[in-house]
């Protein structure tokens, strides 16, 4: 089973500021097949990002995702009001597809 | 668009049997995609508990892998989720969803409660 740790649990910033999550893995995820959530309070979770690094469909270009292997990292440029939420980042390249623990993105 | 809706009791009783349906719309569940139940407890992260084929092939949590089923129903487009002897910590909301296409059901939670 590939286990995922994010980093940091929480993050506090002000809106218009660079926010950068990490997500490792205790092994290589095939294919970079890595996906990042966002979740709000009740609310299903949204994917923003599939295959590392690809925008799923009507996510602002303010999202990005990069890295391979086993270390990867979501950074939104700039921090919108709507972007306060809870990132999971997800494995899909074998099975458990495993979660990480989740990163709060929280207002300073 | 595709849209998921789960379905099942709220309400749960200790040593009983889960039982979870999730409808598919806007899609075939007989397309080339993975279909998923994930949970979340209360105040928790994600986890993911299992999936299934349209060809009936599937994974599960190593976890809860003796005490769960994942079936589907090609002429109701349908999957469905059994968890057997649930105790407190089973409590939570659960998702259908097929990652990481990104469509998720709204979730519904179900409490394990006497």
């Known amino acids: 089973e590939i286990v995922l740790t994010q980093s940091p649990g929480t993050l506090s910033l002000s809106p218009g500021e660079r926010a950068t999550l990490s997500c490792r893995a205790s092994?290589?995820?095939?294919?970079?097949?890595l996906a990042w959530y966002q979740q709000k309070p009740g609310q299903a979770p949204r994917i923003l990002i599939y295959?590392?690094?690809s925008r799923a469909t009507g996510i602002p270009d303010r999202f990005s995702g990069s890295g391979s292997g086993t270390d990867f990292t979501l950074t939104i440029s700039r921090l919108e009001p709507e972007d306060f939420a809870v990132y999971y980042c997800?494995?899909?390249?074998?099975?458990?597809?495993?979660f990480g623990q989740g990163t709060k993105v929280e207002i300073k | 668009q595709v849209q998921l809706q789960e379905s099942g009791p709220g309400l749960v009783k200790p040593s009983g049997t889960l039982s979870l349906t999730c409808v598919v719309s806007?899609?075939?569940?007989?397309?080339?995609?993975?279909w998923t139940w994930i949970r979340q407890p209360p105040g928790k992260g994600l986890e993911w508990i299992g999936e299934?084929?349209?060809?009936?092939?599937?994974n599960y949590n190593a976890s809860l892998k003796s005490r769960v089923t994942i079936s589907v129903d090609k002429s109701k487009n349908q999957f469905s989720l059994r968890l057997t002897s649930v105790s407190a910590t089973d409590t939570a909301v659960y998702y259908c969803?097929?990652?990481?296409?990104?469509?998720w059901g709204q979730g519904t939670l179900v409490t394990v409660s006497s």
């Open positions: 806007g899609d075939s569940i007989s397309s080339s995609k993975w």
């Open positions: 969803a097929d990652p990481p296409a990104g469509h």
């Open positions: 092994q290589s995820v095939s294919s970079n097949y």
């Open positions: 295959g590392a690094s």
């Open positions: 997800q494995q899909y390249g074998s099975s458990p597809r495993t």
């Open positions: 299934i084929y349209h060809s009936g092939s599937t």
